[in-house]
């Protein structure tokens, strides 16, 4: 009872300490509020109003229609073009595509020829040109099949598939990258804040006073864990609720309560790590050195970014050791496929024993640093 009083009033002093600092107050909010809303709107990789010219030397009925079908929102309505400015308009950046449908192409297509249509795509968009050249292709083979199947016989396919998105029916990015900033930034801010204030403590000599008192390392670092994850945690809800259902209207599948236990754990990890860089750490500029050298490559090879499976098999190997890849792995299960705990208890166990780790490495080098500081 003694340690928890003591943890009590530590913990309430970092959130004094917190609260009276405006500029990582800002942070924290910014990073769950501006910072998400702009990653879901401004990262979109679907297809959308995208420029299109239709080089028309056809003059068919079969060519009109392939010119009518490219349609909001996917494509702007397709503008005719000449042949000769398809090079200047695509240099200038116009279009994004251009299609170009050959002369007497009707009559190859009604005699049962296979007429080639030529397709410009500024791949200076990668995104929007390789989602678009795919749609552009569909919609152009699907005119020429109903086209053909009204003026002669129907041949039926020897296959079809049948398509079933599941999670996400729209395929909207918005869905995906929200969710994953907030994982993000979960790592980014735990490691800082927690790291931040040890090294505040050291450099305004406060440590060893903290050392002297009746307070072991396991309360100091204790209560800078749970103080600055109590925030996040905070932090995370609200922007769940508030940003991403109400601004974004992005719909949540799974249990927010389950989630935010999965958050809590793997705070308690992230904490532990930036407890541990600030016992390296000298000052505020070298633990932001060591912050990212470790945070980068935990977000970026987590699972949030790229998926794992396309990932080289020995770095896929490597990332099943890494909590951050736990974290992606069972906040998509709950958030988007409404998973339970009954599937997500590994990855809660092996982020919850990371944690543990971590906090034992922190707890080995706290006092041995505080006495060479002194």
């Not at 279009?95 to 005699?111: A, G, N, Q, S």
């Not at 994982?183 to 735990?190: P, Y």
């Not at 396991?218 to 609720?241: C, D, H, P, R, T």
Request: glycine share 6%; aromatic share 8%; charged share 10%.
């Amino acid at each position: 009872m003694r340690s928890a009083s003591t943890i009590f009033w530590l913990v309430s002093k970092e959130l004094r300490s917190l609260l009276q600092d405006w500029v990582l107050l800002g942070l924290v909010i910014y990073s769950f509020s501006l910072a998400i809303i702009a990653q879901a709107q401004g990262n979109a990789q679907e297809l959308h109003n995208a420029s299109i010219g239709i080089v028309d030397e056809d003059h068919s009925e079969l060519s009109r229609r392939i010119a009518r079908a490219f349609m909001p929102p996917y494509f702007r309505p397709a503008q005719l073009v000449e042949a000769r400015d398809v090079e200047h308009l695509m240099n200038t950046g116009q279009y994004t595509f251009v299609v170009d449908i050959p002369p007497h192409f009707e009559r190859d297509v009604l005699d049962g020829r296979r007429p080639a249509v030529q397709m410009s795509v500024d791949a200076t968009a990668v995104m929007q040109a390789g989602v678009g050249a795919g749609y552009a292709q569909q919609i152009i083979l699907a005119e020429v099949g109903s086209f053909v199947s009204r003026v002669g016989p129907v041949r039926a396919s020897p296959v079809n598939l049948t398509v079933r998105i599941a999670f996400n029916p729209n395929v909207t990015t918005a869905w995906f990258t929200s969710i994953m900033g907030i994982i993000s930034n979960v790592t980014m801010l735990a490691i800082i804040l927690a790291g931040a204030a040890v090294v505040r403590e050291r450099e305004h000599g406060t440590m060893d006073h903290l050392l002297v008192m009746p307070v072991n390392p396991f309360e100091i670092a204790m209560s800078k864990i749970l103080a600055n994850g109590l925030v996040i945690v905070v932090a995370v809800g609200l922007s769940l609720y508030l940003v991403v259902r109400q601004l974004l209207g992005i719909p949540i599948a799974g249990s927010v309560p389950l989630f935010m236990v999965g958050v809590a754990l793997y705070l308690f990890f992230a904490a532990s790590v930036g407890v541990f860089l600030a016992t390296i750490a000298r000052t505020m500029p070298q633990l932001g050195l060591l912050f990212i050298l470790v945070a980068v490559p935990l977000n970026m090879l987590s699972g949030a970014n790229t998926p794992l499976e396309s990932m080289p098999p020995f770095l896929r190997t490597i990332m099943q050791a890494s909590p951050s890849t736990h974290f992606v792995s069972f906040a998509q299960a709950i958030l988007y496929r409404g998973a339970g705990f009954d599937v997500i208890w590994p990855q809660y166990l092996a982020v919850a024993a990371m944690g543990c780790l971590f906090l034992g490495l922190a707890l080995l080098r706290f006092r041995s640093v505080a006495v060479q500081s002194s």
